[in-house]
């Protein structure tokens, strides 16, 4: 039954409400290609006694009549979204083996609408990355290769697990995380749709923090309406976050298919950066064509602040991380080193137990906030980060969406920028300045470059605006008609 | 300002975070690279720019004092590293 595993989320869900097939059956079909896979590392924890159980009770709840929205659709979780009764580690060794005994809000929802959990999803240690490499487990390799070779590629990060997953037909749909750029970039990276939604739709309650006031979690799917039907189950207001926006959660999905007539579409002149590949430029220009086509107005927008959006993430995300992961002391869970004396077992826990890309930040994050540096870092930080809000604020003048490509590249091979930290960052140039600012940003594949991996274009809107987004979306994904997969070589 | 080994090997105890005495010369120059890198925030003017501290406008709400959930220390401990008799068990704190 492999071809229940080509299906996209809306198929399967149609299906199974028509009884074309049982939630068993293509729970089943997910699982055997899960197995058949495990050369890709997408996985660190596969659950399929767990899927089949709650297939099962799918099953029943269909064949009464009930159901939810994604009743017997079996899904991936990034293994950052703590899950009750099942390891949760966010690919670090200090977690160890930590079973949290609560459930994320977010896969609480998806439980709730029916889905069913096929496993826990690689991802780099903590979400920092964007590569997968510092993933405790090792990293994802990407399901796409460069035609003719067979050179391990990048899944891209931090959710590079369930990109790759969700490409390779492992799961209907996953759950990701989005700091800096974690689910579009890796969506780029493998031909899949991600949006991260605006900072507040999600709830953060049991997903593993890392930078407060940037991390949101979103969905990767195969396609846009399946990423706006994913949207709909996550999102939502929860007394447990204090950031959580109390508003109604829209009908995603019934913005895809809606016409994009009239509709001002600026061009940020700041995203042409010296050294892009001209493929990239095309797809831009592609894009722009595309829209217009629809019927779209495009006006050139200027954000000046963009070139200072990374740097000044560089302060925020590890001023707030190396807080955040001030609980990692060896006391109340997760691994334990050293001793005997108290100071010992705090140090040696924490080298052990974090990877090299968390050390480093930590350390930043404390430098940037001890005493007699706050006020030049971190309050020169948020000053910068309030500009580059302002931009946008700004070109919403004259604008009612952006569109500008994901990534600088396509991916890249494992192993070939894990040298030099900054080369690293400047991956997120484009997705990083969404997260400062709130706003949603939708990435969704394109076209291919001249060696046949995925590129993407990146939309970005108005704060609660993902409707537009969506329709956007889905009109450029009927102009471009990417429907190219990789070649099943695992 | 270049961070050298002394600043680290001070960064790192504030983090509580050990690392060998033959690391701190080269964790030197990488943090040198990045926050040389993040110097450049200093040509953005922000001389009378509210710092932004959350993009959600909303003011943080409160909720009535009241416990909303507890009293299962069963659940609280069943990851810790050492427990004993309902308690975690911590190294000496107090000598």
Same mark, same amino acid.
């Given at each position: 039954m492999s071809a229940l595993t080509k299906l996209t989320l809306k198929a399967a869900i149609d299906g199974l409400k028509s009884k074309a097939f049982s939630a068993v059956e293509i729970t089943k079909a997910h699982i055997d290609a899960i197995e058949a896979a495990r050369g890709l590392n997408a996985f660190v924890l596969e659950t399929p006694d767990q899927a089949l159980t709650m297939a099962k009770a799918s099953d029943e709840r269909l064949a009464r009549g009930e159901g939810g929205d994604l009743e017997g659709a079996p899904l991936g979780i990034k293994d950052l979204f703590c899950t009750q009764g099942v390891r949760s580690t966010a *690919? =670090? @060794?200090?977690?160890?083996n930590f079973i949290p005994t609560y459930e994320s809000t977010v896969t609480s929802k998806l439980w709730g609408q029916g889905a069913v959990m096929l496993g826990k999803l690689n991802l780099d240690e903590f979400a920092m990355g964007s590569s997968n490499e510092t993933s405790a487990f090792g990293p994802v390799i990407n399901p796409w290769r460069r035609a003719g070779e067979t050179t391990a590629l990048t899944p891209g990060g931090s959710s590079g697990g369930s990109a790759a997953a969700t490409a390779a037909d492992l799961c209907l749909a996953a759950t990701a995380t989005d700091t800096g750029g974690s689910i579009r970039q890796p969506a780029a990276f493998t031909g899949t749709v991600g949006i991260k939604p605006t900072y507040g739709r999600c709830s953060r309650w049991g997903i593993v923090a890392f930078a407060s006031s940037l991390d949101q979690a979103g969905p990767i799917a195969k396609t846009v309406e399946d990423a706006a039907i994913m949207l709909r189950a996550m999102s939502g207001h929860d007394a @447990?976050? =204090? !950031? =959580?926006?109390p508003v109604d959660v829209p009908d995603f999905a019934s913005f895809v298919g809606r016409s994009v007539k009239g509709l001002r579409i600026g061009v940020p @002149?700041?995203?042409?950066?010296?050294?892009?590949p001209p493929e990239i430029e095309k797809l831009w220009a592609d894009g722009i064509a595309w829209l217009k086509d629809a019927g779209c107005d495009i006006v050139e927008v200027s954000l000046p602040h963009t070139k200072y959006a990374l740097p000044a993430y560089y302060i925020v995300a590890p001023a707030e991380a190396s807080s955040n992961l001030a609980r990692y002391d060896g006391m109340r869970y997760g691994l334990r080193a050293g001793g005997p004396s108290l100071t010992d077992v705090y140090e040696q826990s924490r080298a052990q137990g974090f990877g090299e890309e968390v050390k480093r930040r930590i350390l930043i994050g404390t430098y940037v906030l001890s005493a007699g540096y706050y006020d030049a870092y971190y309050l020169k930080a948020q000053k910068v980060r309030r500009r580059i809000a302002d931009d946008f604020d700004q070109a919403w003048q004259t604008c009612d969406a952006l569109l500008t490509p !994901? *990534?600088? =590249? *396509?991916a890249f091979g494992l192993g070939e920028r894990s040298d030099d930290p900054i080369a690293m960052y400047l991956n997120d140039i484009f997705t990083v300045t969404t997260n400062l600012a709130g706003l949603p940003g939708l990435s969704l594949p394109a076209g291919l470059d001249a060696q046949g991996l995925p590129l993407g274009l990146q939309l970005i809107g108005r704060a609660l605006d993902e409707g537009t987004l969506f329709s956007l979306a889905g009109a450029l994904e009927k102009a471009a008609g990417f429907t190219a997969k990789a070649d099943k070589w695992w | 300002m270049a961070i050298d080994a002394a600043t680290v090997r001070k960064v790192a105890k504030l983090a509580r975070l050990r690392e060998p005495e033959e690391r701190l010369a080269s964790l030197a120059q990488e943090l040198n690279g990045i926050m040389s890198w993040i110097e450049q925030l200093s040509e953005v003017d922000t001389d009378g720019v509210e710092p932004m501290t959350s993009v959600v406008a909303v003011k943080l709400p409160l909720r009535e004092d009241v416990v909303t959930e507890g009293g299962d220390a069963s659940r609280v401990l069943s990851n810790a590293p050492k427990a004993i008799d309902g308690f975690f068990v911590v190294p000496k704190v107090v000598e």
């Amino acid at each position: 039954m492999s071809a229940l595993t080509k299906l996209t989320l809306k198929a399967a869900i149609d299906g199974l409400k028509s009884k074309a097939f049982s939630a068993v059956e293509i729970t089943k079909a997910h699982i055997d290609a899960i197995e058949a896979a495990r050369g890709l590392n997408a996985f660190v924890l596969e659950t399929p006694d767990q899927a089949l159980t709650m297939a099962k009770a799918s099953d029943e709840r269909l064949a009464r009549g009930e159901g939810g929205d994604l009743e017997g659709a079996p899904l991936g979780i990034k293994d950052l979204f703590c899950t009750q009764g099942v390891r949760s580690t966010a *690919a =670090s @060794k200090i977690l160890g083996n930590f079973i949290p005994t609560y459930e994320s809000t977010v896969t609480s929802k998806l439980w709730g609408q029916g889905a069913v959990m096929l496993g826990k999803l690689n991802l780099d240690e903590f979400a920092m990355g964007s590569s997968n490499e510092t993933s405790a487990f090792g990293p994802v390799i990407n399901p796409w290769r460069r035609a003719g070779e067979t050179t391990a590629l990048t899944p891209g990060g931090s959710s590079g697990g369930s990109a790759a997953a969700t490409a390779a037909d492992l799961c209907l749909a996953a759950t990701a995380t989005d700091t800096g750029g974690s689910i579009r970039q890796p969506a780029a990276f493998t031909g899949t749709v991600g949006i991260k939604p605006t900072y507040g739709r999600c709830s953060r309650w049991g997903i593993v923090a890392f930078a407060s006031s940037l991390d949101q979690a979103g969905p990767i799917a195969k396609t846009v309406e399946d990423a706006a039907i994913m949207l709909r189950a996550m999102s939502g207001h929860d007394a @447990k976050d =204090s !950031t =959580s926006l109390p508003v109604d959660v829209p009908d995603f999905a019934s913005f895809v298919g809606r016409s994009v007539k009239g509709l001002r579409i600026g061009v940020p @002149k700041e995203y042409r950066v010296d050294g892009m590949p001209p493929e990239i430029e095309k797809l831009w220009a592609d894009g722009i064509a595309w829209l217009k086509d629809a019927g779209c107005d495009i006006v050139e927008v200027s954000l000046p602040h963009t070139k200072y959006a990374l740097p000044a993430y560089y302060i925020v995300a590890p001023a707030e991380a190396s807080s955040n992961l001030a609980r990692y002391d060896g006391m109340r869970y997760g691994l334990r080193a050293g001793g005997p004396s108290l100071t010992d077992v705090y140090e040696q826990s924490r080298a052990q137990g974090f990877g090299e890309e968390v050390k480093r930040r930590i350390l930043i994050g404390t430098y940037v906030l001890s005493a007699g540096y706050y006020d030049a870092y971190y309050l020169k930080a948020q000053k910068v980060r309030r500009r580059i809000a302002d931009d946008f604020d700004q070109a919403w003048q004259t604008c009612d969406a952006l569109l500008t490509p !994901t *990534a600088p =590249s *396509a991916a890249f091979g494992l192993g070939e920028r894990s040298d030099d930290p900054i080369a690293m960052y400047l991956n997120d140039i484009f997705t990083v300045t969404t997260n400062l600012a709130g706003l949603p940003g939708l990435s969704l594949p394109a076209g291919l470059d001249a060696q046949g991996l995925p590129l993407g274009l990146q939309l970005i809107g108005r704060a609660l605006d993902e409707g537009t987004l969506f329709s956007l979306a889905g009109a450029l994904e009927k102009a471009a008609g990417f429907t190219a997969k990789a070649d099943k070589w695992w | 300002m270049a961070i050298d080994a002394a600043t680290v090997r001070k960064v790192a105890k504030l983090a509580r975070l050990r690392e060998p005495e033959e690391r701190l010369a080269s964790l030197a120059q990488e943090l040198n690279g990045i926050m040389s890198w993040i110097e450049q925030l200093s040509e953005v003017d922000t001389d009378g720019v509210e710092p932004m501290t959350s993009v959600v406008a909303v003011k943080l709400p409160l909720r009535e004092d009241v416990v909303t959930e507890g009293g299962d220390a069963s659940r609280v401990l069943s990851n810790a590293p050492k427990a004993i008799d309902g308690f975690f068990v911590v190294p000496k704190v107090v000598e």
